[in-house]
């Protein structure tokens, strides 16, 4: 079987789109992280390393969510008991939050290696 030219052309372009998309995906991983912010109706997802501030629609009114300094928190929400306010803030990849009456929920994702592990198992 010989190669031809348009084999090796095939071959080197394979290749680069490979490399390309390995550096790129390192890069992303390389991020601080970011979070997932889920309704109802939509999925909104933010990185960690930009501030700002995320007003949310609900069943029982608005969610704000701020992110600030590399953390994610529940900052007021129109439900009664303002549990998920008090959930504090959540940085770390898989760590979540929830508001159950306006049924938002955002959690943090990134580099699998900052996970910590909360139980060992045998």
Same mark, same amino acid.
């Given at each position: 079987?010989?190669?031809?030219?348009? @084999?090796?052309?095939?071959?080197?372009?394979?290749?680069?789109?490979?490399?390309?998309? *390995?550096?790129?995906?390192?890069?992303?991983? #390389? !991020?601080?992280?970011?979070?997932?912010?889920?309704?109802? @109706? %939509? #999925?909104?997802?933010?990185?960690?390393?930009? @501030?700002? =501030?995320?007003?949310?629609?609900?069943?029982?009114?608005?969610?704000?969510?701020?992110?600030?300094?590399?953390?994610?928190?529940?900052?007021?929400? %129109?439900? $009664? =008991? !303002?549990?998920?306010?008090?959930?504090?803030?959540?940085?770390?990849?898989?760590?979540?939050?929830?508001?159950?009456?306006?049924?938002?929920?955002?959690? *943090?994702?990134?580099?699998? $290696? %900052?996970?910590?592990? %909360?139980?060992?198992?045998?």
């Amino acid at each position: 079987m010989k190669l031809r030219i348009f @084999d090796v052309i095939a071959l080197i372009f394979s290749l680069g789109v490979f490399l390309l998309f *390995t550096i790129y995906g390192r890069s992303v991983n #390389q !991020d601080e992280g970011y979070v997932i912010i889920e309704t109802e @109706d %939509d #999925q909104l997802i933010y990185p960690l390393s930009e @501030d700002r =501030d995320i007003r949310v629609e609900g069943p029982v009114g608005e969610s704000l969510i701020r992110i600030d300094h590399g953390t994610a928190r529940f900052e007021s929400s %129109d439900c $009664d =008991d !303002d549990l998920c306010v008090h959930m504090g803030e959540i940085h770390g990849a898989g760590e979540w939050a929830a508001c159950l009456p306006n049924r938002v929920f955002l959690y *943090t994702g990134g580099n699998e $290696d %900052d996970r910590e592990v %909360d139980a060992g198992v045998y």
